[in-house]
Nanobody, 115 residues
Framework: QVQIVESGGGLVQPGGSLRLSCTVSRITFRAYVMGWYRQAPGKQRELVARITSGGSTNVADSVKGRFTISRDNAKNAVYLQMNSLKAEDTAVYYC?????????WGQGTQVTVSS
């Protein structure tokens, strides 16, 4: 069945950077708009960035200028480069299709921004 695996999270100081990776198996990857979502404690999951098969991107206002999404269709992979991290970026990060109605959720990767 479809499997989504996220990686690359960790503990980072404010102002630091992380690069998240996600691989998706057993789908026609290039057929999907993909996105990175995050869920902070006590909050709803939110979409922070999306990318079309052709590489067109959109990011949420809260991360604009700091986060960049990219993908490699040959590797069934999507990435999130996160720079200038803030405490409010602390969350579990997930990748999924946009909208997230057809694929299962992975386990996510925890990002903690703290000094």
């Amino acid at each position: 069945q479809v499997q989504i695996v996220e990686s690359g999270g960790g503990l980072v100081q404010p102002g630091g950077s992380l690069r998240l990776s996600c691989t998706v198996s057993r789908i026609t990857f290039r057929a999907y708009v993909m996105g990175w979502y995050r869920q902070a404690p006590g909050k709803q999951r939110e979409l922070v960035a999306r990318i079309t098969s052709g590489g067109s991107t959109n990011v949420a206002d809260s991360v604009k200028g700091r986060f960049t999404i990219s993908r490699d269709n040959a590797k069934n992979a999507v990435y999130l480069q996160m720079n200038s991290l803030k405490a409010e970026d602390t969350a579990v990060y997930y990748c999924n299709a946009v909208p997230a109605t057809t694929l299962p959720w992975g386990q996510g990767t925890q990002v903690t921004v703290s000094s």
